[in-house]
Nanobody
Framework: QVQVVESGGGLVQTGDSLRLSCAASGRTFRSYAMGWFRQAPGKERDVVAA????????YYADAVKGRFTISRDNAKNTVYLQMNSLKPEDTAVYYC??????????????????????WGQGTQVTVSS
């Protein structure tokens, strides 16, 4: 079982930046595709960004393109989500997820919650107007 732990959430103002971190356990972290999701009250959990195990491919939801950047440091077993130009509509609980099973191509960026097998507990991001 892969352990996933997020950190870095908080309360910020419109236009501010935050960087979320996600530490994952496992000797084979470099083989995991990783993703960030978010869930606002009363809404479904939606993908924000995903990165392939190789790091060569990334995916972003339209709502965050140009503002958010996902990256990974395999030496530290960590994935990051740099969030710039934050808006009140970015307010949500942010979850990190790992896909640690099966074979996937170096460009595979899973985008559905069902494609991930390990989840963190979530970190709250609140953007005030």
């Amino acid at each position: 079982q892969v352990q996933v732990v997020e950190s870095g959430g908080g309360l910020v103002q419109t236009g501010d930046s935050l960087r979320l971190s996600c530490a994952a356990s496992g000797r084979t972290f470099r083989s995991y595709a990783m993703g960030w999701f978010r869930q606002a009250p009363g809404k479904e959990r939606d993908v924000v960004a995903a990165i392939s195990w190789s790091g060569v491919s990334t995916y972003y939801a339209d709502a965050v393109k140009g503002r958010f950047t996902i990256s990974r440091d395999n030496a530290k077993n960590t994935v990051y989500l740099q969030m710039n130009s934050l808006k009140p509509e970015d307010t949500a609980v942010y979850y990190c997820a790992a896909r640690s099973y099966g074979y996937s191509s170096s460009s595979y960026t899973p985008r559905s919650p069902n494609e991930y097998d390990s989840w963190g507990q979530g970190t709250q991001v609140t953007v005030s107007s």
